[in-house]
Structures are given as structure tokens and as C-alpha cells.
């Protein structure tokens, strides 16, 4: 197959099992697979920086997760945020509880 064309001899091949009815066709509904378990999960091209990439390559590993499911929480996380209603920014009270750790 090229650029998702069939070639000449993969369509010549397919003629020929249609002709000698290895492949029949029908009028008759397909039957559709069953739909997934669980929720549907949609695909995000993200382009990252390489030191970005490092650091969250790094993070995923050392909590044991594939970067992709760290990103999945992440964006969970910050999204969970943004449906509240909160004062302050969420890069103030993080800024504000790392020095309370520091402190302590």
C-alpha cells in the first residue's frame, strides 16, 4: 500500500478473490463491534520542548506513570481548578505554600 493506495497487484489479487468468491458482498447491515468499556479518550498532539519533555519524562518515572498519564492528571488537575471559584491564582497559592515549606 502507498499513501494508503492499494497497488496494482493488490488490486488485481482482490479482483481475483472476488471473482472466484473467496469475498462475497451483501445488502445486509454490518454488525458493528461493541462499543469500549469505560470513557471515550480523545488524542492531543502536544509539541514540547526538549528540557520540558526531560523534566516531565522524569517526573512520570519517578512517580511510576507514562509521561502521557502524568499529562492526563495534570491537565485534570489544572482544569479542576479553573471550575472553582477561587480569589487568588493557582501560581500564587502555590508560590505562597513553597514557602511555607520552606519555613517549617
Known amino acids: ?18 471473482a472466484a468468491g473467496q469475498i462475497a458482498y451483501t445488502d445486509a447491515p454490518a454488525q458493528l463491534p461493541p462499543k469500549p468499556d469505560g470513557e471515550t479518550m480523545a488524542v492531543y498532539s502536544v509539541r514540547l520542548p526538549a528540557t520540558l ?16 498519564t502524568l499529562m492526563r492528571q495534570m491537565v485534570e488537575q489544572c482544569l479542576a481548578t479553573e471550575a472553582d471559584d477561587r480569589p487568588i491564582s493557582l501560581a500564587d497559592a502555590l508560590r505562597a505554600l513553597t514557602t511555607l515549606r520552606k519555613a517549617a
Open 1 to 18: 500500500m502507498q499513501d494508503g493506495r492499494l497497488t496494482d497487484d493488490q488490486l488485481d489479487a482482490l479482483a481475483g478473490a472476488v
Open 53 to 68: 519533555a526531560e523534566q516531565l519524562a522524569t517526573v512520570a518515572e519517578r512517580r511510576g506513570l507514562k509521561p502521557s
